[in-house]
């Protein structure tokens, strides 16, 4: 048998058997001594994981070249074998041999995948000791390593420097800002069709979970009207991200109309669409359409049902709720973890129920994580228990001290109480461990361009207007019974300071420069990276109903749509 048939016989191995076969034949035979042939066999055994098998031949051949060293690397990185990928490149290095694009992005690739900066960082060394900095395939594979490890801006150095870029390194780098900068991740695929790359089916998808974290829907009808004229088929992983995308974006029935288009869904699909309606605190719809999930033979997964208890706690659906959670063991067999009793935690919660939430978490056998200790803190907020409020603290600090959202929670509960002491206290303890508090930013969009507002804002260039019709449209509020609420302002400041500082909050501002910029007629859409105020929930019912016009705000929790002076959440939030 010679090389050329060994050759063939291994293109045609449909299983490691079927290797061992042809293994068996080329030692008897001689053939085994051609490094063409055992290099073959070599990455016959690495294409079907069977790193066992590949490192015993790896072990015995008496020659080598630049390809097997490049396979063995491969073949380790492929089955996820960290420890050897690394070891076998170190040899290569020893040897003084020169990694070509085949070794480096294997190794490149064990690094991302373990998220091992610091040896990515080495191996960057490596690829510019040999110039290979310029190679495509290598140069893709650093911008990869350097996105999933969450070094931006290292990537993007790379990606710039890089003269040719393909549609799957573009892909990465908006996937990359997908993950921490939305605006960014935009830009960079408006960038990319300028330069007349088209984007494929997985590039879209990232581009509209990037769309989903941005909220702006003139870009989400963009992105809609880009995958009809390109003709992209709806499947299930396009059309389900297109559904949370318009659902994050304002527009449930825009995501329920993507819904019906798709002609294939699967249980994530139809959790998606739940999802969309818990969003928006339509909580009986949710309900509607996990009964039509039933029916239609798709059975329910662990995330289908969180996202029918969150639908159910933010519409206020309490005994519904912990029916459905009480019936997923009993009649679907799905085990509830610790997002399921988060969920039953905030809904009892919000209801008033402490205890019981209390006997819950007491009772619960799974792990329990922060999420489920701020559910319960969110709880105390609302109903100012200021004992429990500090003994979820406790636990929320054990799991996470360095996170300034605990500190911030309980010291605006205090602040609430109007315990000032407690409140300095607190505010001390993240000075000394140097945490600051996250900053509350509102966003709206005006003519497909987004504009951003924070506390007292006068950055904006029609700041003057801004501020002339905040002041006539609190004056307008006012004769209708608007009267500010300064529980919302948490520091111990003068009662007229304090209506002074709810005045000037983001979400007003944004309002405010949306009755100016925006035409009668369309809905003023808001963002808001922390939860709205009581104060600026009051506001927008009142202005809905006084200015007539409709208001959407996204907010860290969930969507409120305000209309003729009432809120879609029922003032349940």
Known sequence: ?????????????????????????????????????????????????????????????????????????????????????????????????????????????????????????????????????????????????????????????????????????????????????????????????????????????TVVNACAKLGAMHRARFLNEYILRNGFSLDVILGTAMIDMYAKCGSVESAREVFERMKEKNVISWSAMIAAYGYHGRGKEAIELFHMMLSSAILPNRVTFVSLLYACSHAGLIEEGLRFFNLMWEEHAVRPDVKHYTCIVDLLGRAGRLDEAVKLIEAMTVEKDEKLWSALLGACRIHKNMELAEKAVNSLLELQPQNPGHYVLLSNIYAKAGNWEKVAKFRDMMTQRKLKKVPGWTWIEVDNKTYQFSVGDRSHPQSKEIYEMLISLIKKLEMAGYVPDTEFVLQDVEEEVKQEMLYTHSEKLAIAFGLIAIPEGDPIRISKNLRVCGDCHTFSKMVSAIMRRSVVVRDANRFHHFSEGICSCGDYW
């Open 1 to 205: 048998m010679g090389a050329e048939s060994c050759i063939d016989l291994l293109f045609r191995c449909r299983n490691v058997f079927h290797i061992r076969q042809v293994h068996a034949h080329v030692v008897v035979n001689g053939t085994f001594q051609d490094l063409v042939v055992a290099n073959k066999l070599l990455y016959t055994y690495s294409q079907h994981k069977a790193i066992g098998d590949a490192y015993s031949l790896f072990d015995g051949m008496t020659m080598r070249d630049p390809t097997t060293w490049s396979v063995m690397v491969g073949g380790f990185a492929k089955v996820g074998d960290h420890a050897g990928c690394y070891a076998i490149f170190r040899e290569v290095l020893r040897w003084g041999l020169t990694p070509d694009n085949y070794t480096l992005p294997s190794v490149i690739r064990t690094c991302r995948d373990r998220k091992d900066l610091q040896t990515g960082r080495v191996i960057q060394g490596v690829v510019l000791k040999h110039g290979l900095h310029l190679d495509h395939f290598v140069c893709a594979s650093l911008v990869d390593m350097y996105a999933k490890c969450m070094v931006v801006e290292d990537a993007q150095r790379l990606f710039d420097r890089m003269l040719s870029k393909d549609l799957v390194t573009w892909t990465v780098m908006i996937g990359a800002y997908a993950g921490c900068n939305a605006y960014e991740s935009l830009a960079l695929f408006d960038r990319m069709r300028e330069e007349g790359v088209v984007a494929d089916k997985v590039a879209m998808v």
